[in-house]
């Protein structure tokens, strides 16, 4: 061993990892996430069912997801999975909090089990869906907001791979919603117009 082996310098090398398509596990990963009903209960529409299921001490995870190990820089491209548990919140699906990109820049999605719906929407008003199951791949072109809906009573898993320096956008959602939103009914799903009215859609800053 030498004495010294200074800062690792971080030169990234050809790589591959496995991924299991059922249960969405990626390995080896460098990080993982999970989303409560806590960290997003601003983004359902049913406030009453949200403060009803947490003064009850229920706060079930929404979703989790495995980052592989790639630098979050310009010309690298890192990449996810997502996997969304079955659930609603009052009749609303368990979804993904959703996010603009910072900088605009596309990103491509490939659904690996289950059955979702992706909602995406521009900052002008445009609004697009997309259905999100096993082999389909979806496009989110630069400046489309993206959030995913498990709509199935399986878990839905999903892979992301999204420019190094795109960045993340919350807060604007947080702040303006998205304009469809996707419900139980019948066995299936419907999309509905956003209810609340100061939660509706507008055009960004
Ligand atoms: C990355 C991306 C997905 C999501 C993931 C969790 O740009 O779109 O990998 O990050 O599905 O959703 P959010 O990030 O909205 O919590
Ligand atoms: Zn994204």
Redesign the pocket.
């Given at each position: 061993m030498p004495a010294f082996e200074g800062t690792p310098v971080r030169a990234p090398r050809p790589f591959r990892v496995m991924l299991d398509f059922d249960t969405g596990s990626l390995t080896p990963y460098t990080d993982s996430f999970e989303?409560r009903l806590s960290d997003m209960a601003v983004a359902y529409e049913d406030q009453d069912a949200v403060a009803g299921l947490l003064s009850a001490g229920q706060d079930p995870v929404i979703?989790t997801?495995y980052d592989a190990d790639v630098p979050h820089a310009a010309d690298h491209l890192p990449f996810?999975t997502?996997i969304i548990n079955p659930g609603v919140i009052g009749s609303e699906f368990f979804m993904?909090?959703?996010?603009h990109?910072r900088r605009d820049t596309a990103?491509i999605y490939v659904g690996m089990s289950g059955s979702g719906l992706m909602i995406m929407q521009t900052r002008d008003g445009h609004a697009r869906s997309a259905e999100l199951v096993p082999s389909a791949a979806v496009y989110v072109p630069p400046g489309w907001a993206?959030?995913?809906v498990n709509v199935a009573d399986t878990p839905l898993v999903f892979l992301?791979a999204?420019p190094g320096d795109?960045g993340?956008d919350y807060e604007s959602v947080e702040r303006l919603g998205f304009s469809r939103r996707v419900h139980r009914r019948d066995g299936g799903y419907e999309l509905r117009p956003a209810a609340a009215p100061d939660r509706e859609f507008r055009a960004g800053p």
């Open positions: 989303r979703y997801g996810r997502t993904t909090k959703g996010h990109h990103e993206h959030r995913t992301a999204y795109a993340h």
